[in-house]
């Protein structure tokens, strides 16, 4: 395994943070290490100083998105934190169901990963409204950081490991079966609208409000100011009436926030 120094570790935590705000406190400096060794070796670099001179040089973004991969943690599943998806339904679908007079429905997945949050929403969106779904205009973005899990999450395959905890009347409705795994039908597919976007913009470039958006357990990465930061953003990127969904590890200082505490995880925009 490779060494890193104090001043090489510094050099890289700094740039990351600028760049995607995730917080490399000293003490992961193991954790860099271990995560990134392997693609040191396959970059044939010899020292993290090296790998940082070619970091900065990264134009497209590309290698950046790779230590993304490496650094973070992309576990996600299929209705995970389940109780979210039960709110959903039994409040927040029969509010806008009744608010939204245009239909414009709109929701964002602000950390997609590879695509099980935001297929979710799709499925529980058609389970929902049913043959009415056609009287409206979804749109169902899905972001992220990292260009690797956005290209897994456009696929939609899956292998059978990741399908099997899915209700089997959605497997019918909204799976291809193969030898391989699933893959999520076109009709499905064809409404999440997948972009990478880094919640560090300083100013979110949507043009219009958001009625739901799911951002959960990003925030964990984040640094004080970070945090506050990205969340006055989703605020004013909610329509009034709207909900923010965070992961259950999370948590928003309501103290310096407008957002109102609805129950754990999830806030309103008021």
Same mark, same amino acid.
């Given at each position: ?15 990351? +943070? ?43 973004? *590309?290698?950046?998105?790779? $230590? ?11 209705? /995970? ?10 409040? $927040? ?9 245009? /239909? ?6 602000? *950390? ?79 409404? $999440? ?9 300083? /100013? ?13 357990? $990003? ?43 609805? +129950?754990?995880?999830?806030? /309103?925009?008021?």
């Amino acid at each position: 395994m490779k060494k890193i120094t104090d001043g090489e570790f510094t050099q890289l935590a700094k740039y990351i +943070k600028s760049h995607t705000g995730i917080n490399l406190k000293p003490e992961k400096k193991t954790l860099l290490i271990g995560r990134l060794t392997s693609l040191l070796d396959e970059l044939n670099m010899q020292s993290f100083g090296d790998f940082y001179d070619h970091l900065v040089k990264d134009n497209d973004g *590309a290698l950046l998105s790779r $230590v993304i991969d490496r650094i973070t943690t992309n576990h996600t599943y299929f209705m /995970r934190e389940k109780e979210h998806f039960d709110y959903l339904v039994d409040q $927040v679908f029969p509010y806008l169901q009744t608010s939204v007079h245009n /239909r414009d429905l709109r929701i964002w997945c602000a *950390a997609s990963s590879t695509g099980e949050e935001p297929y979710t929403l799709a499925m529980l969106l058609e389970d929902y409204f049913g043959k009415s779904i056609v009287k409206w205009d979804k749109k169902l973005l899905a972001t992220d950081i990292s260009l690797d899990v956005l290209s897994k999450a456009k696929e939609g395959f899956y292998i059978k490991e990741k399908v099997d905890a899915v209700p089997k009347l959605w497997r019918l409705n909204y799976f291809e079966r193969f030898e391989e795994g699933y893959k999520i039908k076109p009709n499905i597919r064809n409404q $999440v609208i997948y972009r990478r976007f880094n919640l560090l913009e300083p /100013r979110f470039p949507f043009k219009g409000k958001f009625h739901v958006i799911f951002c959960r357990n $990003v925030l964990i990465y984040f640094d004080g100011p970070t945090k506050k930061a990205v969340i006055e953003k989703m605020y004013n990127a909610l329509e009034y009436g709207g909900y923010l969904f965070i992961g259950h590890s999370e948590s928003i200082d309501r103290n310096h926030s407008k957002f109102k505490y609805v +129950k754990p995880a999830v806030y /309103r925009k008021v």
